[in-house]
């Protein structure tokens, strides 16, 4: 999770990886629901923090869907690997590097050291 952190970095504002996201989201194979997922993750984004803390229903509420939805949704950027999420205490979120290769922010040929 430290590399996605990491690639994120402080250059890329919330507006400009949302924008970024909207103009390239037929890029993504991935169902309406989890386009919409992951447009409310990419509004959550800080640049000096790559991990987002939305709530599951917070989510649900905000997009018109079902929390099973959004659920499913989740599992689906996983599969898709665009997103890291760990759960503790609350649900984190991190866009992984194949996330930012698609948009075009990160240079598929970078290394990251682990």
Not at 12 to 30: A, E, G, K, P
Request: hydrophobic share 40%; glycine share 2%.
């Amino acid at each position: 999770m430290q590399n996605a952190k990491m690639m994120s970095g402080s250059t890329l504002t919330q507006f400009q990886l949302t924008q970024n996201l909207l103009n390239n989201l037929s890029q993504f194979n991935i169902t309406p629901t989890a386009k919409l997922v992951l447009l409310y993750l990419s509004s959550c984004y800080n640049p000096k923090k790559a991990d987002m803390f939305p709530k599951q229903k917070t989510m649900a509420d905000k997009l018109g869907v079902s929390e099973a939805s959004v659920i499913r949704a989740i599992q689906e950027l996983h599969k898709e690997a665009l997103i890291i999420s760990e759960r503790k205490y609350t649900n984190r979120y991190v866009f992984t590097p194949n996330f930012l290769i698609t948009l075009g922010i990160l240079d598929k040929n970078m290394q990251v050291d682990n």
